[in-house]
Nanobody, 117 residues
Framework: QVQLVESGGGWVQAGRSLSLSCEASGSIFSINVMGWYRQAPGKQREFVASIDNGGRVNAAESVKGRYSISRDNAKDTVNLQVYSLKPEDTAVYYC???????????WGKGTLVTVSS
């Protein structure tokens, strides 16, 4: 099992940046991909960005050009920065990890980000 705990959410003004961090614990060796999803009010959860063990990055079109994702394997963390925030970035942001062998998804409890205009 893998446990994920997010931190860094809160209220942010539009145009500014945000940093989120996710710390993994448990069966860390089993993880391949770590990343972030978000769920805005009244909408389905959507992919934001991910990074695998080899450092390969994938990101949604909605954040391309204004995000940064990094992984610290020594600290078992994955960090997300989103720049030039927009009100439509308001959502609960969830940390995600994928089991390398089974493809099972693990989820954090989420952290709320509110962007005011």
């Amino acid at each position: 099992q893998v446990q994920l705990v997010e931190s860094g959410g809160g209220w942010v003004q539009a145009g500014r940046s945000l940093s989120l961090s996710c710390e993994a614990s448990g069966s860390i060796f089993s993880i391949n991909v770590m990343g972030w999803y978000r769920q805005a009010p009244g909408k389905q959860r959507e992919f934001v960005a991910s990074i695998d063990n080899g450092g390969r990055v994938n990101a949604a079109e909605s954040v391309k050009g204004r995000y940064s994702i990094s992984r610290d394997n020594a600290k078992d963390t994955v960090n997300l920065q989103v720049y030039s925030l927009k009100p439509e970035d308001t959502a609960v942001y969830y940390c995600n990890a994928v089991h390398r062998a089974t493809g099972e998804n693990y989820w954090g409890k989420g952290t709320l980000v509110t962007v005011s205009s």
